[in-house]
């Protein structure tokens, strides 16, 4: 039997376990995250890195139906756009 990248057979260098992680369960998503990501966020295309900017006249047009979009659901919902620049912004 060979190893994955076949330069070696297995019985020459056997797997052998080095460590075990054991990582507690977490609450990723609780309550607040929830009504914080659902409610207060906005994702758009313009929320890029520069190298992946949209081009052409779609994705303009695009870029302000999203903005149109987001300003209408935030005011209907009664809350102020939030997109943090940390991940100290995100609440517990």
């Known amino acids: ?3 994955q990248d076949e ?4 019985e020459e260098s056997p797997y052998r376990t080095i460590a075990t992680l054991r990582i507690p369960r977490q609450d ?3 309550p607040a995250r929830v ?5 207060r966020m906005t994702f758009r295309p313009a929320h890029r890195l520069a190298a992946h900017r949209p081009l052409g006249s779609v994705m303009r047009a695009r870029l302000q139906v999203h903005r ?3 300003k209408f659901r ?5 809350v ?6 940390s991940i100290d912004e995100i609440p517990q």
């Open 28 to 30: 990723a998503y609780g």
């Open 80 to 85: 102020t756009a939030h997109n943090p620049a």
């Open 68 to 70: 149109a979009l987001s």
């Open 7 to 10: 330069s070696q057979p297995v």
């Open 1 to 3: 039997m060979w190893t």
């Open 35 to 39: 009504a914080f990501f659902d409610e």
């Open 74 to 78: 935030h005011g209907q919902n009664g």
